[in-house]
């Protein structure tokens, strides 16, 4: 975003904010992921207590391993270990091969990821932020915009009587 590639974003907590004017949109609670013939797949909820000892993927950056790992635990306790990862996809095939869980966005698991995989709702722990985020020093009124017509229309306050539809341009289409 600094890079001037894009001037909003919405995405999730945890990220750099430094230079970045970050607006929460609303909560998202955590879910556990598993492989369809795990021990926990089925469960109404889980637990951190529940998972203690499960093997976790890691994640190179240490804010967002530590965030997604919870680590520490409550307590003060280590997180599991787990296999290392780069990306979400190796992250999907290391629980679906039922060698590690994984903690995860309640909209990932709405999303249907895979039929083999599983999300129980975890409880005792902090749901995560959705934001939207721009550049600190962005003056754009579209900018401004953008950031509250996001805040709107997640608290229900869009009214869609003022949108119009855009106009194409004569021969577009055809």
Do not use: N
């Amino acid at each position: 975003m600094l890079d001037r590639r894009v001037d909003a974003a919405i995405t999730r907590l945890p990220l750099q904010t430094d230079d970045l004017h970050v607006t929460i949109l609303y909560e998202e609670p955590k879910m556990l992921l598993v492989p369809a013939g795990h021990r926990l797949a089925g469960k109404e909820s889980v637990t951190l207590d529940d998972i203690d000892g499960e093997p976790i993927p890691r994640f190179p950056d240490p804010e967002f391993d530590a965030y997604w790992r919870i680590d520490p635990r409550p307590g003060g306790r280590p997180a599991p270990g787990g296999p290392p990862v780069e990306t979400i996809e190796d992250k999907l095939e290391y629980i679906a091969a039922g060698q590690a869980v994984a903690i995860v966005p309640a909209s990932l698991h709405a999303a249907g990821i895979r039929p083999d995989l599983t999300a129980i709702p975890l409880r005792g722990v902090e749901p995560g932020h959705v934001v939207v985020a721009t550049r600190a020093a962005d003056r754009s009124r579209l900018v401004a915009a953008f950031r509250r017509s996001a805040r709107d229309c997640v608290s229900g306050q869009v009214d869609s009587s003022s949108w119009s539809t855009p106009h194409l341009a004569h021969g577009a289409g055809r």
